[in-house]
């Protein structure tokens, strides 16, 4: 579906819930603002106006039809900042740990992504998924294949999405067929960059999987490349699951820990984003936080694989906060849904004996990950000068929802209860730069 006219000025009205600072940091009440009747006013791409309906509907243009979304809550588009694209095909395949689950699972399906026609049908449903289920910006990982990346980047070209993405580096501890060389992973990397890099709303991600399938040679490599690229990210995995820490301590026994090995080849900084970061110390999270790095907590793949506990309560401490967003990590998480993520965000949470309250979940979808992803300037928050990603979520969107929200209390209950019920099917709409790029009720059902 295209998505749109960006030059003809939209507007929609409902009630809007965004955030225009850190509700970690500071009194949640001082960072969010909720309208109950608001109109969001959207011209090139942008939102150029936006607030309560009594004050914007006198600065709506002559003659502009006003989309009127009752019972519905408008909010800046969500943003996943850790997912695997070319996993789609091999969702839910369970009960393995992380390491037997990449080899009976992950690498075989990862295997045929060197061929752009297998690549493409399946970087198109990947693409449909994120706009059924209001995500308009995404940290991907494609394969080893330059064809993956390929596949992707136009494909979200044609949705004028915003897409971060890069080819996995790995050039050891895996099935042949998926092995580059250190070399190689440059040399792909660089033409990748020249492509992609910075057009129109993408960017290019250097995306070694992780320390075990990359040699120290290609660690370096990979962050030569980092650092020669202006705006580019660094992308991997960190401390996800407890064999694979010991593992990474077997593989690089002259460093202390496992952030340590990232840290020695360059890896940390700002547009870092390291995947799970479960099994880390203050230390790590320190240097983390020194260092501008985020984390990606992807909840429901911690879950589904037996990953652990990840402690938001640390990572998010006042005294040395680090950046974190949230992730599907599709295939190893369970759903597109955000709505799905920040429950299990809330349920992880409680089982650390740190409630995550409602709001904060919200913000961690929205422009807490603007933040760990370093576009917070972009998306993330719905204000005049952003660019207009915005989700409509449907707050009825099946009967008992429906029942239940006729006893909400207030604006945190009514979000609890869209983590606690909802799914894909309480995304009315999303706009992906001003156009409409999903409208849930307007499509055949598949
Ligand atoms: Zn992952």
Same mark, same amino acid.
């Given at each position: 579906?295209?998505?749109?006219?960006?030059?003809?000025?939209?507007?929609?009205?409902?009630?809007?819930?965004?955030?225009?600072?850190?509700?970690?940091?500071?009194?949640?009440?001082?960072?969010?603002?909720?309208?109950?009747?608001?109109?969001?006013?959207?011209?090139?791409?942008?939102?150029?106006?936006?607030? /309560?309906?009594?004050?914007?509907?006198?600065?709506?243009?002559?003659?502009?039809?006003?989309?009127?979304?009752?019972?519905?809550?408008?909010? &800046?588009?969500?943003?996943?900042?850790?997912?695997?694209?070319?996993?789609?095909?091999?969702?839910?395949?369970?009960?393995?740990?992380?390491?037997?689950?990449?080899?009976?699972?992950?690498?075989?399906?990862?295997?045929?992504?060197?061929?752009?026609?297998?690549?493409?049908?399946?970087?198109?449903?990947?693409?449909?998924?994120?706009?059924?289920?209001?995500?308009?910006?995404?940290?991907?990982?494609?394969?080893?294949?330059?064809?993956?990346?390929?596949?992707?980047?136009?494909?979200?070209?044609?949705?004028?999405?915003?897409?971060?993405?890069?080819?996995?580096?790995?050039?050891?501890?895996?099935?042949?067929?998926?092995?580059?060389?250190?070399?190689?992973?440059?040399?792909?990397?660089?033409?990748?960059?020249?492509?992609?890099?910075?057009?129109?709303?993408?960017?290019?991600?250097?995306? /070694?999987?992780?320390?075990?399938?990359?040699?120290?040679?290609?660690?370096?490599?990979?962050?030569?490349?980092?650092?020669?690229?202006?705006?580019?990210?660094?992308? !991997?995995?960190?401390?996800?699951?407890?064999?694979?820490?010991?593992?990474?301590?077997?593989?690089?026994? !002259?460093?202390?820990?496992?952030?340590?090995?990232?840290?020695?080849?360059?890896?940390?900084?700002?547009? &870092?984003?390291?995947?799970?970061?479960?099994?880390?110390?203050?230390?790590?999270?320190?240097?983390?936080?020194?260092?501008?790095? &985020?984390?990606?907590?992807?909840?429901?793949?911690?879950?589904?694989?037996?990953?652990?506990?990840?402690?938001?309560?640390?990572?998010?401490?006042?005294?040395?906060?680090?950046?974190?967003?949230?992730?599907?990590?599709?295939?190893?998480?369970?759903?597109?849904?955000?709505?799905?993520?920040?429950?299990?965000?809330?349920?992880?949470?409680?089982?650390?004996?740190?409630?995550?309250?409602?709001?904060?979940?919200?913000?961690?979808?929205?422009?807490?990950?603007?933040?760990?992803?370093?576009?917070?300037?972009?998306?993330?928050?719905?204000?005049?000068?952003?660019?207009?990603?915005?989700?409509?979520?449907?707050?009825?969107?099946?009967?008992?929802?429906?029942?239940?929200?006729?006893?909400?209390?207030?604006?945190?209950?009514?979000?609890?209860?869209?983590?606690?019920?909802?799914?894909?099917?309480?995304?009315?709409?999303?706009?992906?730069?001003?156009?409409?790029?999903?409208?849930?009720?307007?499509?055949?059902?598949?």
């Amino acid at each position: 579906m295209p998505s749109g006219d960006h030059t003809a000025v939209t507007a929609i009205r409902g009630a809007m819930l965004t955030f225009t600072g850190d509700p970690f940091a500071q009194p949640v009440r001082d960072v969010r603002r909720y309208e109950s009747d608001a109109i969001v006013l959207m011209a090139d791409g942008r939102i150029v106006d936006c607030g /309560p309906a009594a004050d914007v509907a006198a600065r709506v243009p002559a003659g502009t039809p006003v989309t009127h979304y009752p019972n519905a809550l408008i909010s &800046a588009g969500f943003i996943d900042a850790h997912v695997h694209y070319p996993q789609l095909p091999v969702i839910g395949a369970g009960g393995k740990p992380l390491l037997e689950w990449l080899t009976a699972y992950t690498f075989p399906a990862e295997a045929r992504f060197g061929d752009i026609d297998y690549a493409r049908p399946i970087a198109a449903r990947y693409v449909a998924e994120n706009l059924r289920n209001g995500i308009t910006t995404a940290a991907v990982f494609g394969t080893v294949h330059r064809a993956s990346v390929d596949a992707l980047f136009e494909e979200a070209e044609r949705h004028d999405l915003r897409i971060i993405c890069g080819k996995v580096l790995m050039d050891r501890h895996a099935p042949a067929e998926l092995l580059d060389t250190a070399e190689r992973g440059y040399d792909e990397g660089k033409s990748l960059i020249e492509r992609w890099h910075g057009r129109g709303r993408l960017s290019y991600a250097i995306t /070694p999987r992780f320390a075990a399938t990359s040699t120290p040679e290609q660690l370096e490599l990979a962050g030569t490349l980092w650092r020669e690229t202006p705006g580019a990210y660094l992308q !991997s995995h960190v401390a996800e699951n407890a064999d694979e820490v010991s593992w990474i301590a077997s593989l690089y026994p !002259s460093h202390a820990r496992y952030l340590d090995v990232y840290a020695h080849h360059g890896l940390l900084g700002r547009r &870092a984003v390291y995947a799970h970061g479960i099994h880390l110390d203050d230390a790590d999270f320190e240097s983390l936080h020194v260092s501008g790095t &985020a984390l990606a907590h992807c909840p429901t793949s911690n879950n589904f694989l037996g990953s652990g506990l990840f402690s938001l309560h640390r990572a998010r401490s006042e005294q040395r906060p680090v950046r974190v967003g949230l992730g599907t990590d599709l295939g190893g998480g369970t759903s597109f849904s955000m709505l799905r993520t920040m429950q299990a965000a809330s349920e992880v949470a409680h089982l650390g004996g740190h409630p995550l309250s409602p709001s904060r979940a919200w913000w961690l979808a929205t422009r807490g990950g603007a933040e760990a992803l370093d576009v917070d300037d972009r998306v993330g928050t719905l204000a005049p000068g952003y660019e207009a990603d915005v989700v409509v979520l449907d707050l009825a969107s099946t009967p008992l929802i429906e029942f239940r929200m006729r006893y909400a209390a207030d604006i945190d209950d009514v979000l609890a209860v869209q983590f606690a019920l909802g799914d894909d099917r309480a995304v009315r709409a999303t706009y992906v730069a001003g156009g409409l790029a999903w409208d849930r009720d307007a499509t055949p059902r598949m």
